[in-house]
């Protein structure tokens, strides 16, 4: 429909008569001036402010800060900065942890899992702050640092938190904020617990398990942690581990074996003729969802391990560890995909994204290599051994119920061997590193486990893995719309 009259008459009138000029409509002319004059107004507050400054030096520098920072402040203030960041990142980890598990077990134990994650971060926090970081850093001679209760600060970040700033310069000095360090360094502890977790779901009591989270936490961890970062030993020795290939992942993984050992397979997971009972994930989704954020959160673990972000030097270095640590996990996912074929007859959706985390975990110990190529080799042939030992290990009758020892032991020796192929670093060195502490991890774990086995049992009762722990512990349901039926275990 044609709007009758007003502008619409005036614009035909001029089209159909060239010699006559139409003015515009009052409206339009009053808003264009009116938009003109505010142009107008703007522009000319704009220069005026411009001449301010330009007319009165002084006035525009007495607004800003008293005292610039120097340039030691400043790389203080972006490495503590930094550590802080990777460590969210880190931390993030803990998420992508309790997505893999709670989506890889059966519906009736996800919520049992997500308790036991949460469990895991907070009794990790506080067992490292009271007595595993002064272990692990203060004090260290070659095998252990002081026994001494409760970490803190530096008396000067104390001092500086009550407004006394007269001595920073000595925590300037340190490179970053003594607890930003401790935070990223904490965050470690509690991924090196997740692991063990993911070996024994579905059939470990909670509180049995949080008891073994304390000793691990607080002694076994922090021991080997001293022996390789906290200037003991082994590095003493040159044993290289720049992100925890050893300290975290083989830890973790050797933890994780023994445990499982310990409390057998689940019920019916394996056949009486050998053969082994397929248990899909419960919810592929969460599964594939978790993997993704451990793939984000490893960018925190890697980078964030250099440790400063003071000098143009630091971002080069934390670049190519990013690169690295992308290259490897994308390779060691690629390449489980093709060998799965020819070990499981199948394409298989958890031994993919397994091996894209055992990339990851086979790049941790050595990610700052220039020659990018190395990071995709080394990233597939950790995603190769990962698949095998997968398969290994259910020849074995052993029940690994997200593959963390092939993802975390497996891969993690093989990267702290492969570290000799782009460091400096002699292969007798990484052998006897990786030998110490898989050595000491077995043996701990395994009079831990026992000795909490003997006092208060480490297995649920078998009704209550038949029902499900969500329903036989906490009483309660991950899914209560659902209809859960109880395994039958007759045939097994």
């Known amino acids: ?79 503590s900065f930094s550590l802080l960041i990777w460590g969210a990142l880190v931390m993030w980890m803990c998420a992508g942890f309790t997505m893999l598990e709670s989506g890889t077990v059966r519906t009736k134990n996800a919520s049992m899992i997500c308790l036991k994650n949460v469990g895991i971060y907070s009794i990790a926090a506080l067992t490292y702050l009271f007595i595993g970081y002064n272990l692990m850093y203060v004090d260290v001679g070659d095998l252990i640092g002081t026994f001494r209760f409760l970490y803190s600060p530096l008396e000067v970040e104390v001092a500086a938190l009550a407004d006394d700033v007269s001595g920073l310069g000595d925590a300037i000095g340190a490179g970053s904020a003594s607890m930003s360090n401790w935070l990223f360094q904490m965050l470690f502890v509690a991924t090196t617990a997740s692991i063990v977790s993911g070996a024994m779901l579905e059939r470990v009591k909670l509180w049995s398990f949080w008891l073994f989270t304390v000793f691990l936490t607080a002694f076994i961890y922090p021991i080997v942690g001293a022996w390789t970062w906290g200037g003991g030993w082994l590095e003493q020795a040159g044993f290289q581990d720049f992100a925890g290939g050893t300290v975290v992942h083989t830890v973790g993984g050797s933890a994780a074996l023994v445990g499982m050992m310990v409390v057998g397979p689940r019920f019916g997971k394996f056949r009486r003729d050998g053969t082994v009972k397929a248990t899909p994930p419960s919810n592929v989704l969460v599964t594939t969802l978790g993997v993704l954020i451990l793939w984000l959160g490893w960018f925190g673990f890697n980078a964030g391990s250099h440790g400063s972000l003071a000098t143009p030097q630091d971002v080069i270095v934390m670049s190519a560890v990013l690169i690295n640590t992308n290259l490897a996990a994308a390779s060691g996912m ?46 597939a042939i950790g995603g ?109």
């Open 1 to 79: 429909m044609r709007p009758a009259g007003g502008v619409y008459e005036v614009v035909v009138r001029s089209a159909r008569k060239k010699t006559h000029q139409y003015p515009p409509p009052p409206l339009v002319w009053r808003s264009a001036r009116r938009f003109s004059l505010r142009l107008v107004q703007a522009a000319a507050a704009l220069l005026l402010a411009f001449g301010a400054v330009l007319a009165f030096p002084a006035a525009a520098l007495a607004a800003q800060p008293a005292a610039a920072p120097g340039h030691s402040d400043l790389q203080f203030v972006i490495s």
């Open 334 to 379: 690629l390449a489980t995909v093709i060998i799965s074929r020819r070990v499981f007859g199948r394409v298989g959706l958890s031994s993919s994204l397994n091996g894209a985390l055992a990339g990851l975990v086979s790049i941790t110990a050595a990610p700052t290599m220039a020659e990018h190529w190395w990071a995709v080799i080394i990233g």
């Open 384 to 492: 190769v051994l990962c698949t095998l030992a997968t398969w290994l290990l259910e020849r074995m009758r052993l029940d690994d119920v997200v593959g963390a020892v092939p993802v975390h032991l497996v891969a993690g020796v093989w990267g702290t061997l492969a570290a000799v192929i782009t460091t400096d670093v002699s292969l007798a060195t990484q052998l006897v590193g990786v030998g110490s502490v898989m050595a000491f991890v077995l043996t701990a774990s395994f009079v831990v486990w026992k000795l909490i086995d003997l006092v208060m049992g480490v297995r649920v009762a078998e009704e209550i893995e038949r029902i499900g722990q969500d329903i036989g512990e906490l009483g309660i349901e991950s899914h209560p719309e659902f209809l859960l039926a109880p395994d039958d275990f007759d045939e097994y």
